[in-house]
């Protein structure tokens, strides 16, 4: 039976590029983001094996929903990959609490909440979560604290589920480096925004990339896993 996989955050970059991937090798994918009309754009593209619906990984009805409509057409899940995430990157003292805040309501309690409600299916599929973290869930630098503690806490979220969960579901991080895609516009703090330019630029991943690493996980035999896989640009 087709695999079916769900993707938050599939309206540009890493998430819609593994919607497309995953699709081509035969799943079939179910795309969430808030832009409707992207992610309605790249299901009709990709055809009957998508399906897309609006998604705030914030509202937790929505989250309910997105698993629903998922089980309503396809009848089961294999795969969840939480990929939604924002970075407002800045210095603590000059940056704006609701940007932080919102950083932890959208990469750790969305994340949480897309988990919570799909769990029950993924426990009946012996499924896959797949949590997209960084290379910024192993270190800080100035400029990143609160964009990395949120993605610490997905290392920590990823590596205390496997264990509560082991053998039942799989639960897997992709930590990329600089990727380019709509990531680098979140940061609105001018001097940062500056400050990260050699860094998004110049060798940089492309989404397509990730999709690839992701992919890879997926197809590991039963009786293989991979935890994590680190991908940075070859500099
Ligand atoms: O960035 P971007 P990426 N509810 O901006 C969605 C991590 N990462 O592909 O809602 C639901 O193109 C947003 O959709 P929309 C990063 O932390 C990246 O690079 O329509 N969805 C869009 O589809 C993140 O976890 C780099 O605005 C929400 C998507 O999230 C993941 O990779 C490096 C949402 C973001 O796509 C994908 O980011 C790294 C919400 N409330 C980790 N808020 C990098 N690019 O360099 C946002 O280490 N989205």
């Given at each position: 039976?087709?695999?079916?996989?769900?993707?938050?955050?599939a309206?540009s970059?890493?998430?819609?590029?593994?919607?497309?991937l995953?699709a081509?090798k035969?799943?079939n994918v179910?795309?969430g983001?808030?832009?409707?009309?992207?992610?309605?754009?790249?299901?009709s593209?990709?055809g009957?094996r998508?399906?897309?619906i609006?998604?705030d990984?914030?509202?937790k009805s929505?989250?309910?929903?997105f698993i629903?409509?998922?089980i309503?057409?396809?009848?089961?899940?294999?795969?969840?990959?939480?990929?939604?995430?924002v970075?407002?990157l800045g210095?603590v003292?000059e940056g704006?609490l609701e940007?932080f805040?919102n950083?932890f309501d959208?990469?750790?309690?969305?994340?949480?909440?897309c988990?919570?409600?799909?769990l029950p299916?993924?426990?009946?599929?012996?499924?896959?979560?797949i949590n997209l973290?960084?290379?910024?869930a192993h270190?800080?630098?100035?400029?990143?604290v609160?964009?990395?503690?949120?993605k610490?806490?997905?290392?920590v979220?990823t590596?205390?589920?496997r264990?509560e969960?082991r053998?039942k579901v799989?639960?897997?991080n992709?930590?990329p480096?600089a990727?380019d895609?709509e990531f680098?516009?979140h940061?609105?703090h001018?001097?940062?925004?500056?400050?990260?330019?050699?860094?998004f630029?110049?060798t940089v991943l492309?989404s397509?990339?990730?999709a690839?690493?992701?992919?890879y996980?997926?197809?590991?035999p039963?009786h293989a896993v991979?935890?994590?896989?680190?991908?940075?640009?070859?500099?």
């Amino acid at each position: 039976k087709d695999k079916t996989v769900l993707i938050t955050g599939a309206s540009s970059g890493i998430g819609e590029a593994t919607a497309r991937l995953l699709a081509e090798k035969g799943a079939n994918v179910v795309l969430g983001a808030r832009r409707q009309d992207e992610i309605e754009k790249t299901a009709s593209e990709i055809g009957e094996r998508a399906l897309a619906i609006q998604l705030d990984v914030t509202d937790k009805s929505q989250v309910k929903n997105f698993i629903d409509k998922a089980i309503e057409k396809f009848g089961s899940i294999d795969v969840l990959i939480n990929n939604a995430g924002v970075g407002y990157l800045g210095p603590v003292a000059e940056g704006k609490l609701e940007d932080f805040h919102n950083m932890f309501d959208v990469n750790v309690n969305g994340l949480l909440s897309c988990i919570h409600y799909s769990l029950p299916h993924l426990l009946k599929s012996s499924g896959h979560i797949i949590n997209l973290a960084s290379v910024a869930a192993h270190d800080v630098f100035p400029g990143s604290v609160v964009y990395a503690a949120s993605k610490h806490a997905v290392d920590v979220i990823t590596r205390g589920i496997r264990l509560e969960l082991r053998d039942k579901v799989r639960i897997s991080n992709i930590s990329p480096g600089a990727v380019d895609t709509e990531f680098k516009d979140h940061t609105h703090h001018k001097e940062t925004a500056e400050k990260f330019e050699d860094y998004f630029s110049g060798t940089v991943l492309k989404s397509k990339d990730i999709a690839e690493s992701i992919y890879y996980m997926l197809s590991q035999p039963d009786h293989a896993v991979i935890n994590e896989i680190i991908i940075r640009p070859d500099r």
